[in-house]
Antibody
Framework: VQLVQSGAEVKQSGESLKISCQGS????????IAWVRQVSGKGPEWMGV????????TYNPSFQGQVTFSADKSIRTAYLQWTTLKASDTAIYFC???????????????????WGQGTSVTVSS | QSALTQPRSVSGSPGQSVTISCTGT?????????VSWYQQHPGQAPKVVIY???KRPSGVPSRFSGSKSGKTASLTISGLQAEDEADYYC??????????FGEGTKVTVL
């Protein structure tokens, strides 16, 4: 199992950006993908999750409206997108495969079993 | 959704045991058996060392163990080794398809 993320980005405030996360070595369409932000020197923050065909998403309220998740299962790739970057978006962004537990129609995210290597995003003002 | 509370740092000599606590609420840690722990070395992605409160993934040494009581989960490293020096983060299911991480604990091997 591998999740390979796109390379480091250096942008100006106000620009747009889309980073990617490509899965391999497993049935991509069967596992949700999470996005996690980590600001330098701080702990990780769960941004949200996306179903691999892009049909379902859940956002952390703190990130709702600030970013957009998408996915293309035909190329086994998930995306994280900003339309208007801010300096406060400077961080490392990780994608991770989510293991979930479903019973009686209820599903629970259990943990992240595989992670991408991270994409550094630097936004200058 | 507030971050789970962890001690900022813990330390121990090689061979000793250290325990890291992770305190949440009954809406996250206390409400579900979906607490996981991640080890992160500088410049690397986090790696899961405990999931579902106490389960250990294949390849993780048996010196790592997890438990939970009420709204506090714990990670214990028994027989501390130099390579265990890292940051550790807990994470819990928080209801409504959400997850929440802890603030992180730096483990120092003296």
């Amino acid at each position: 199992v591998q999740l390979v993320q796109s390379g480091a980005e250096v942008k100006q405030s106000g620009e747009s950006l889309k980073i990617s996360c490509q899965g391999s070595g497993y049935a991509f369409s069967m596992y949700w993908i999470a996005w996690v932000r980590q600001v330098s020197g701080k702990g990780p923050e769960w941004m949200g999750v996306i179903y691999p065909d892009g049909s379902d998403t859940t956002y952390n309220p703190s990130f709702q409206g600030q970013v957009t998740f998408s996915a293309d299962k035909s190329i086994r790739t998930a995306y994280l997108q900003w339309t208007t970057l801010k300096a406060s978006d400077t961080a490392i962004y990780f994608c991770a495969r989510v293991l979930r537990d479903c019973s009686d129609g209820n599903c629970f995210s259990r943990f992240f079993d595989f992670w991408g290597q991270g994409t550094s995003v630097t936004v200058s003002s | 959704q507030s971050a789970l509370t962890q001690p900022r740092s813990v330390s121990g000599s090689p061979g000793q045991s250290v325990t890291i606590s992770c305190t949440g609420t009954y809406s996250d840690v206390g409400g579900y058996m979906y607490v996981s722990w991640y080890q992160q070395h500088p410049g690397q992605a986090p790696k899961v060392v405990i999931y579902d409160v106490f389960k250990r993934p294949s390849g993780v040494p048996s010196r790592f163990s997890g438990s939970k009581s009420g709204k506090t989960a714990s990670l214990t490293i028994s027989g501390l080794q130099a390579e265990d020096e890292a940051d550790y983060y807990c994470c819990s299911y928080g209801g409504s398809h959400t997850l929440v991480f802890g603030e992180g604990t730096k483990v120092t091997v003296l």
